[in-house]
């Protein structure tokens, strides 16, 4: 027997699947008592045929739905019984007394015309015998006991009051549920929302459903998709003008009840109409408070809709002292809705004369409707003061010199200077070509501006002069610099990112902010790409916001934390996607790929350390991603051939190197490397403690370079440059320093000896033992030297 | 703008998540009182479907070498093949090269990240939960990550589950809770909120602080400010209050200067105001410049909120601020005062020249002190061992 037994109290019989709980039992017995009562009462009260039919004896007869009742006791017995009706319909048999249902000849219940055993109630006055080896159908409510015989099979229930169930059968089975009823959306309704959920209402008896689902006129395994409780399934977005088809069977311990197929079909695409502007510009007066400006649904209303606004200067500047207050956000309508829908920007009066201004406000990122014509609108100021005049400034440099060229020896340049406009001069700014930030001078007529920051090289300064009405005038001077000799080195040293904030678990469309911090010694540019396998990416140009001094020094010039920012719009592909980081000089296009240390990103990294990972959540609609145009536009963005080669730096990819080392003894270490040019390479040993170095190592090659399965090709000739494998070997005396220290490898390019020495990286899981984080992160192993 | 949509778990989820972290929650109580062996977490046995696990892809080729969609894929000839080797992929230019980890012998991240990859292709949270006991902490860390990106209150529940069971004194706590910190969950955070006023238990209340810290989006600084408008108790005020200023997420800038202008409290608009400045973006003090600037009550805890901005992200805006003459005088030396807390040449230099050029003198004053905080409180750029590497060819020494 399958099943679990009940027993009032511990008194009862002993099993593994007995279980006490009077209170299950006397709810069932309570339930019990509400079913006997409510067969054995029904009325009115059965004449003609349904009143004791065949005298007590039912067997051979073929019985219709309808209720039956017997003044004594009922038997099935000479031939079977037969019960004709639909699934739907119900039998029930009033017994005063007993029911028996003849021995030995196989004697059964016969449902016949899709009749269902659990539509069948036997309500038994005194007490059931199933004889042995009758088939039995439906559910026997009895007064005192049941029997069920040797050999009888039953499909329903038995279920008694004051006696017991004896059972010695064969086998027994539950009767099946109903089939689900009253689906939603209606079987062939039309025009259903994609985000539609489905429901349905339980035929009778089911205990869980099997929830079948998908394009598939006749559901199968494939469009299966869950058992489930509930009586609602949510099939998630949907496809616009397609046919569904569903079907949910019922269940319960007797079975399966397969359950019709049921089918809706979706609404047209353009029937949810467009969004877009209800013109492509406005004019607004600068000293008018606000703009409101209109965006339409046209052409549909069918499901809820919404879009993200968002303006953008143009030669009007949004932010406090300047022109408007930047506005973004997201406008709504609900399913039907044709209303327009409004924003406001609200407007800032100067009182300074400009001339007209424009920006613009473009909607983007729709959801339940597609884009119109137009999504850009251009907004334009109209200047409210009067051109009080035109004159520009004039203004000139004279500290350190009026001449057009000049060279400095040191790194910070005192400048000075002086300027004039009819009606006074507001301000004076500086900017180098080579610098990342402008400067402010102190005064405006006769002005200076102290410590202005100059770099290897040559130096273009532009001063610039502004007077109230805006207008400007500038003045310029070409500084060089040549002292700083370990310029080009730090340069090509790399940089390190040091703080990221990324996002993740992106939602498709929407626009994020990503800040991440670079170390490096010269000021730079930085900008994020990235992609995924099968053919997209994206550019985008960081925008720098500030910097603070790191902790690092190197001869005297202290490295910089520089801050980038940029607003990014997640591409609406879903999946796993990588991101790098590119740094170059301010006057440069030669960008590299800085190190992301270990830790300095949340999320785990498997295998590369230049990269970070981010997941994009299903739901967009597999639109190419949005680069700024800035960057994919720009034309000679990477470096040549050979100077990618040269920078492309050096990663370890094998390593030995044992631990736990004795003082004043030799140690051998071999490492192996991935080049794109031949390399010569260095071990050095580092002090923790005193930040000095104990020993440099010069390393010899071992056997000769192989190819790597590593390239990368040259996006205008197509052709593959494949990288080495070097193996390298160097040996050291230990130093007299026990504790923990730091090794060290470098390496050049081994054709050029004025080329400068590089940090290797170190691939992830190289070195068993992991690096305390001391700054150097990826680029050094630690070691033990034993007292 | 973020059009995130506040993700509400259905009510028969949120039930289960509420049960296993009422489980979860007595575990933590009375795990010292049973054992020093961490507890077991509560993991719901039924699978579901998982959209995110499909999004899971191969790795990608660096970009660089191809355009986007427009050149067909290519055929790998290596010269010389090795057969070690011949599923290595191009990355690009620059050489992150794989690590092969014939030294170590354990298992790599790679290997790791590549079994749980698996699991949560399958969806199945089960399977993932049971990393989350692996030992493994860097196993056990994605395991909660891909919890938290599957969502739902089944996978919310099991891994909030192991974020407050998960010893506060392990070296990983902090990991553990920066990978649930995407989850993005309205019914997480008002969960959180709600559960941060009714805890007895400082174990548990720190743990509790610590999530809700850590998550991003606006959901939570919406739960947050709801419950500071109605706190259970002081503490529980006293808690949201110092939540809400100790915002960090740039994405937190927009609502967070809604509840300056549109807050209920005095208290909820200085919370919201120390978040922007605790936020420290471009736009976060944007936001603030502009309400220091208003002739609101609240613009003085705005200026006051303004000084403390101590994020580089911000260091543009408050320089461009701090010499704009079109800014009120007040809101210049709040700014003025921000540099002081972001010291590099560059503030220095922008701050000396603005004494120089500022006629105010009370600015100039302001000005002077902040260039004489910077000076006495900035220790010099220390040299982290230059003396070895750098002398011949200067190679940077981070």
Redesign the interface.
Known sequence: MNGIIYKVDASGSAGANVIVNAGLLTTAKGDLTTAYNAARDRVPVPTGPFLNPGAGNIGGLNLVPGLYKFTSGASIAGSDVTLTGGPDDVWIFQIATDLIVEAGVNRAVILAGGAQARNVFWQVGTSATLGTYSSFKGTILADQSITLDVGSTMEGRALAFAGQVAFAGTGGNLPLAGKAINPTPANGATGQVITVNTSWQNGGGATNYAVYFGTNPIPGLAEFKTNQTALSFAPGTLSYSNTYYWRIDSRNAGGINEGDVWSFTTANEASRGTLQFNTTTNSVLENSASLTVTVTRLSGSFGAASVNYATSNGTATAGLGFDYTAASGVLNWTNGETASKTFVITLLDDPIYEGNETFTVVITNASGARLGIPVLKTVTIIENDTPSEIVAPSIQIIVPTTNTTYTSLTNRLNLGGTAADNIGVTQVTLRNSRDVAVYTAAGTINWTLTGFPLFQGTNLVTAIAYDASGNSATDTVTVVYAGDANYDDVLRSGNIVQEIVFPDNLTPGETVTVQWKVLSYVPIQSRIYGGIAGGWFFYQNGVYQGMTVSAWNLNGRPANLYAFECAWVVPQKSGDFDIWFNVAQMDGDQFMIPVIPDGVDSRMDPTYPKLIQRTILAGGNGANPVSDPDTWDSANIFETIAQHKERSAVTIIEMTMPDNLPQGSPVTCEWKVQSYIDVEAQLLVLNLATSNLWTTASASLVGTPVQSTFYFKDRTTGVKYYAKESTFRATFIVPPQAGTQQLYFRSRDSANPLSAWMAENLAADVDPRPVQENGMYGRLIERTINP | ?????NIKPKP?LWLGLSAALAVSIFLVSNRNRETDSPAPVPVQAQAV?S??G??????????????????PP?E?I?????PA??E?E?????????????????T???E???KLTAAAMDGNIRDIAMFMNSGDP?GE??AV?LL??I?GGEALAAALGKLLTVPADSPDYN?FI??F????SAAVAEWLTGFLGRTKTEDVRQRVIAILAAL??TEVVDCLAASLASPIDKMHAKDCAELLARAS???QAAILRNLIETGKTTEIQTSAARGLAHVG???AC?AL??TA?STEDIAPVCRAALATVG???????L?R?A?????PSAVRIAAAEALAN?????T???L??????AGDPVLQAAIHQTLQTIEQSGTP??????????GI??????
């Open positions: 703008m973020n059009s995130r949509q028969v479907q959209t995110a499909q999004a899971l892809s191969a790795k990608t080729d660096h970009p660089e070498s191809r355009k986007p969609a427009a050149i290519e790998f290596p010269v010389i093949l090795k080797d011949a290595a191009t990355r690009g230019y620059e050489m992150p090269f794989a690590g092969t980890n014939k030294v170590s012998g354990k790599t991240a790679a790791l990240h590549e860097a860390i994605e990550r938290a990106r969502g990991k920066n990978a910190a995407d989850c993005r991003h989006g997420d740039p994405e973006s471009s736009a944007t410049l502009e600037s994020s580089s992200y911000g260091q543009e805006v320089i601020a010499v704009n003459p079109a800014v972001q010291p590099s040449q560059r220095q230099t922008v000396a020249n603005l004494e120089q050029a750029p220390q040299s982290r061992g230059t003396a070895g590497i750098a060819n200067g190679e940077l020494w981070f």
